[in-house]
Nanobody
Framework: QVQLMESGGGLVQPGGSLRLSCAASGSIPSFNAMSWYRQAPGKQREFVASMTRSETRKYADSVEGRFRITRDNAKNTLYLQMNSLKTEDTAVYYC??????????WGQGTQVTVSS
C-alpha cells in the first residue's frame, strides 16, 4: 500500500510561481514512474508531467517550458515547479504512481488557483 499526499497549492496571480509537493509513503526510486495530472472544473482530468525511474521527463504541450517535474529520493517526494502561471492552469493537481500502462495510486489533490 502506497500513500501519496500533495501539498503546496494555493492562490497565485498570473505570471507567478508555485511548487507542488507529493510525499510518498514508499520508496520513490523504486517506482517505475510517477506523474502529475490536473482537473479543472467541468473538465476531464488531464496529464501534466511524468518522470521515470531513470529520470526521463515528459510534459503536456500546454506546460512545456513553464513546469518542471523533479524528485528528492532522500525525502521520497515528487515536485512540480510551476512558473509563468496562467489562469487556465487553475485546477486540482494530483500526483499518481504509474503501474503498467495505468496508475495504481493517487493522491487526494491540491487546489491551484491562478487569478488576479
Amino acid at each position: 500500500q502506497v500513500q501519496l499526499m500533495e501539498s503546496g497549492g494555493g492562490l497565485v496571480q498570473p505570471g507567478g510561481s508555485l511548487r507542488l509537493s507529493c510525499a510518498a509513503s514508499g520508496s520513490i526510486p523504486s517506482f517505475n514512474a510517477m506523474s502529475w495530472y490536473r482537473q479543472a472544473p467541468g473538465k476531464q482530468r488531464e496529464f501534466v508531467a511524468s518522470m521515470t525511474r531513470s529520470e526521463t521527463r515528459k510534459y503536456a504541450d500546454s506546460v512545456e517550458g513553464r513546469f518542471r517535474i523533479t524528485r528528492d529520493n532522500a525525502k521520497n517526494t515528487l515536485y512540480l515547479q510551476m512558473n509563468s502561471l496562467k489562469t487556465e492552469d487553475t485546477a486540482v493537481y494530483y500526483c499518481a504512481k504509474n503501474y503498467g500502462m495505468g496508475y495504481d495510486y493517487w493522491g487526494q489533490g491540491t487546489q491551484v488557483t491562478v487569478s488576479s
